[in-house]
């Protein structure tokens, strides 16, 4: 009986598992480009721009962002990195070749981020989705 009631004492942010996963705004994923709610909606501020070797780096930006709704990455055009912050998300896309949209979503709890992660599979069973799992919440600040 000691035990469960030690499991009680323990914060929610010590117990491991949060997911976090990326999955395509529509069925097409590839040469998209993510705008807000319609084709000219790529306003100031929507997102920050890094130059990043690979899709998972990009991505992992985006996981240390506590902000992050999306990413938008091309390797052929200078390893482009956008890791969208946009309060109401991605919304769309637009056709934009070279480049992948991908939507972020995780279950991390309020306040805390994510400090080490593992990417796990499968995925929900859905195609193109990504999934990593939080080993490691921490709080911000």
Not at 1 to 6: D, F, N
Not at 23 to 41: I, Q
């Amino acid at each position: 009986m000691l035990l469960p009631a030690l499991l009680l004492l323990l914060p929610a942010a010590a117990e491991p598992g949060a997911m976090l996963s990326f999955f395509p705004v529509h069925k097409e994923f590839e040469d998209v480009g993510c705008v807000g709610s319609g084709p000219d909606d790529v306003g100031p501020g929507y997102y920050e721009t890094f130059n990043q070797s690979s899709l998972d780096a990009c991505k992992t930006f985006c996981i240390f962002n506590v902000a992050c709704v999306g990413i938008e990455y091309s390797h052929e055009y200078n390893d482009r990195c956008r890791v969208w912050t946009r309060p109401e998300g991605v919304g769309g896309t637009v056709d934009l070749i070279g480049y992948v949209c991908l939507k972020y979503n995780h279950t991390i709890s309020e306040g805390n981020y994510c400090k080490r992660f593992v990417r796990v599979q499968p995925c929900y069973g859905l195609e193109h989705e990504d999934c990593y799992r939080c080993l490691e919440e921490a709080p911000l600040g």
